[in-house]
């Protein structure tokens, strides 16, 4: 398999997985806070991929001395990117967070041009732009509610700012593998939010049922498994390694696919009905895919 096609095929993967994991996210942040599931999700990403590095002697030689390039990626995403993600979400209707979250592509084809000097091909913008449109219909169709809040707002584009420098730098920092990328990353989500969710923990009285949160709620643990295994470290590791086969632009052109996933996976699991214009809306995603990555 040349790279391109082992590129394409880990960008669609992981925008496939990504999909999924705003189901088993939306399932149990009714009952868990944002802050516990984060907590327990990358302390569990970096502890699996820790014992997995040691089992299968993975490519992993950091000399943290010189690794500041890798925390700056770990504090991008999953830091940064995901307390922007989740407090814009907080302030803004869905409709208003699914849209300013899908132009992300957009700004990575447009910073990848300033910085890296990769310049998209015609039928690379157009279908970019495509998907993007489709995106937008998509989530609109769901819910045309508006929340106007400035703060929601910011936070929003603070979150694809923070994404798409992070794909940047993934795409620059060639001295480092992607599973020296993905464990910087995991490592500083765990330092991170596992301890702000301890502090939640205790400022609550509730340090007890936290610490025995993946013992007592089954629901809770079958989300941090997908959360943890799938959604952080093997998409994360997926698409590391993708945006340095094929670049940021061309991996990015497949996040369409994240919110087609959702809708499809809400229709078949959980129910939910398809309307005229969210079919319009995914065959015009699924054609912008297509469109982008054609040779």
């Known amino acids: 398999m040349t790279d391109l096609r082992k590129g394409l095929l880990l960008s669609a993967s992981t925008s496939l997985i990504f999909g999924f994991s705003f189901l088993f996210t939306k399932s149990i942040t009714g009952t868990v806070s944002v802050l516990s599931l984060l907590g327990w999700r990358f302390l569990l990403a970096f502890l699996s991929f820790f014992v997995i590095s040691k089992v299968f002697s993975l490519p992993i030689n950091i000399v943290f001395k010189e690794s500041k390039p890798l925390f700056i990626i770990g504090f991008l995403v999953p830091i940064l990117y995901f307390s922007f993600e989740n407090l814009g979400i907080k302030y803004t209707s869905a409709s208003e967070s699914g849209v300013i979250i899908s132009t992300i592509p957009i700004l990575i084809m447009i910073l990848s041009s300033l910085l890296l000097k990769e310049y998209p091909r015609k039928k690379q913008m157009v279908g970019i732009v495509l998907s993007t449109f489709g995106v937008i219909l998509m989530v609109l169709s769901k819910s045309g509610q508006a929340e106007f809040s400035l703060s929601g707002y910011l936070m929003l584009f603070g979150a694809v700012a923070t994404y798409s420098f992070y794909a940047i730098l993934q795409r620059k920092l060639t001295t480092f593998n992607p599973y020296e990328k993905t464990f910087m990353m995991m490592l500083c989500g765990a330092l991170f939010f596992f301890p ?91 054609m912008g895919v297509f469109i982008a990555n054609k040779q």
């Open 196 to 286: 702000l969710a301890l502090g939640e923990s205790l400022l609550e009285g509730n340090l007890e049922g936290f610490l025995l949160l993946p013992l007592r709620n089954r629901d809770f643990l079958i989300s941090l498994l997908y959360l943890s295994l799938l959604s952080s470290n093997i998409a994360f590791l997926m698409s590391a390694t993708s945006i340095g086969l094929v670049g940021p632009t061309v991996a990015a052109s497949f996040s369409g696919l994240s919110t087609l996933t959702t809708v499809v996976a809400g229709v078949l699991i959980l129910g939910e009905v398809l309307y005229p214009l969210q079919w319009f809306a995914a065959a015009l995603i699924l």
